[in-house]
């Protein structure tokens, strides 16, 4: 398994950008998939899952609303919608393979800062 994100930069506050983890060695339709993030100097922090099979869907309270995640199964990459961004969204974001934060794979982490 293998997992690439891609997509992110900096933006100011109030600002969008879409995350996308490319997969390879798994189909994005057959496993549940999700997103966790790291700021500098602090623990993991579990963003969204999305359940396989079902799709069931769940978001961090910090996010809900404003965040969603998508899976395109036909290039086979799970995305991450991330709009109205506030400056305590800025941290390495992962793709992660699993529920909540029990994650078998993790990609490599792609930055977001938020700042005006």
């Known amino acids: 398994v293998h997992l690439v994100e891609s997509g992110g930069g900096v933006v100011r506050p109030g600002g969008s950008l879409r995350l996308s983890c490319a997969a390879s060695?798994?189909?994005?339709?057959?496993?549940?998939l999700g997103w966790v993030r790291q700021a500098p100097g602090k623990e993991f922090e579990w963003i969204a899952s999305?359940?396989?099979?079902?799709?069931?869907?769940k978001y961090a309270d910090a996010v809900k609303g404003r965040f969603t995640i998508a899976r395109d199964n036909a290039k086979n990459t799970f995305d991450l919608q991330m709009n109205n961004l506030k400056p305590e969204d800025s941290a390495v974001y992962y793709c992660?393979?699993?529920?909540?934060?029990?994650?078998?794979?993790r990609g490599q982490g792609t930055q977001v800062t938020v700042s005006s």
């Open positions: 992660v393979t699993g529920w909540g934060l029990d994650n078998p794979h």
């Open positions: 060695g798994l189909l994005v339709d057959e496993w549940t």
């Open positions: 999305s359940l396989r099979t079902t799709f069931l869907t």
